[in-house]
């Protein structure tokens, strides 16, 4: 129990689907984030948010669609997904935002997507 | 672009023997270093973080940077097949608040 979790932990959807990933942390932090991992590739920042506020946006597609209505909650909303968007989503979250103070980021087990 | 680079193994030691897991990264900005674990189909996990040169260690797990160098280690003492995952090194990346950068990661696998 990493006290991150991640719904669903499987999704298959077509390219014209609309579908949502959700994230909960129960830890009480401030920051969360959102993660793509792909094969042989590496884990790619994708978005940040601390106190509800998106602070990073790192040059994503707007197929993909942040959403953060409390500290606790982080949803990434997805529309005409593309084959190449097949991949493992992570959320984390940490205390505050990572500056240069010891705050470790807690990630959720994933949500792996695969895209027909 | 910032990168963070690490041999993608498999790295393969026998029960008992130290792990050297490296770690180099470009970003001269960089401050904070992070070491993750990750088992195959499982969350990355934090294990060991280091700011200031030199060694920390922690349990068997012992990080050590060179920020000349723009260089991080991970050994791990007394390898267990349990420490068999993926190793993912992270750099904070210095010009923006919470990105962190990670590298490929390095596959370790202890043989009993």
């Known amino acids: 129990e990493t006290g991150v979790t991640q719904t669903p932990r499987h999704l298959v959807m077509g390219m014209t689907n609309k579908k949502s990933l959700k994230c909960e942390q129960h830890l009480g932090h401030n920051a969360m984030y959102w993660y793509k991992q792909s094969a042989k590739k590496p884990l790619e920042l994708m978005f940040v948010?601390?106190?509800?506020?998106?602070?990073e946006n790192n040059s994503v597609p707007s197929r993909f669609s942040p959403e953060c209505p409390n500290s606790s909650h982080l949803f990434l909303h997805l529309h005409t997904l593309q084959p190449e968007d097949s991949a493992l989503y992570l959320c984390?979250?940490?205390?505050?935002?990572?500056?240069?103070?010891?705050?470790?980021?807690?990630f959720g087990d994933g949500t792996r997507l695969s895209i027909l | 672009q910032k990168e963070v680079e690490q041999n993608s193994g498999p790295l393969s030691v026998p029960e008992g023997a130290i792990a050297s897991l490296n770690c180099t990264y470009s970003?001269?900005?960089?401050?904070?270093f992070f070491w993750y674990r990750q088992y195959s189909g499982k969350s990355p996990e934090l294990i060991m973080s280091i700011y200031s040169n030199g060694d920390k260690e922690d349990g068997r797990f012992t990080a050590q940077l060179n920020k000349a160098s723009q260089y991080v280690s991970l050994l791990i003492r007394d390898s267990q097949p349990s420490d068999s995952a993926t190793y993912l090194c992270?750099?904070?990346?210095?010009?923006?608040?919470?990105?962190?950068?990670f590298g490929k990661g390095t596959k370790l696998s202890v043989k009993p």
């Open positions: 992270a750099v904070l990346d210095g010009g923006s608040q919470g990105n962190l950068i």
């Open positions: 948010y601390n106190f509800k506020e998106q602070t």
């Open positions: 984390a979250s940490s205390q505050d935002l990572w500056t240069d103070s010891n705050q470790p980021q807690h």
């Open positions: 970003d001269r900005g960089s401050q904070s």
